[in-house]
């Protein structure tokens, strides 16, 4: 997945997920925490895939994942292209009005567009992608 797209949460929570990232996403997908103050929106194959490579782990390792199956929301487009973020998810993210769905490979992430923007600057600093590429050998 890829692409950073603005949009706005409704009254009800909901947000719409641009058209390029349904087709990958699918009907159903699963939205949960992440290690950054964001959440991580899996199609039902990776989430299938996350799942079972934790499946394989020791139950003391599993354990360690423990959290983001906890806050894991199963998540349905509406006719309109929409979905409801959890309350609990949203708060977690400080997710508001204002939110940038971002593609990032496997998943997409959902930001406050302020925080992603402070993210997205650091990060971007052609110094920042060189130290990154040079450090997975690239």
Request: charged share 25%.
């Amino acid at each position: 997945m890829t692409g950073e797209f603005q949009h706005s949460l409704d009254s009800k929570g909901r947000i719409f997920i641009p058209a390029k990232l349904r087709e990958e996403l699918g009907e159903i997908f699963y939205m949960t925490v992440s290690m950054e103050r964001c959440l991580c929106v899996y199609s039902a194959e990776s989430w299938r895939s996350f799942s079972d490579k934790v499946s394989d782990m020791p139950y003391v390792r599993q354990r360690l994942m423990r959290p983001l199956f906890a806050h894991a929301a199963k998540c349905e487009l509406d006719s309109q292209g929409r979905t409801i973020v959890p309350q609990a998810l949203r708060a977690y993210a400080g997710l508001v009005k204002n939110v940038t769905v971002v593609g990032c490979n496997n998943h997409a992430e959902l930001w406050d567009s302020e925080a992603w923007q402070s993210v997205c600057e650091a990060e971007s600093a052609p110094e920042n992608i060189a130290a990154a590429m040079e450090e997975l050998d690239f």
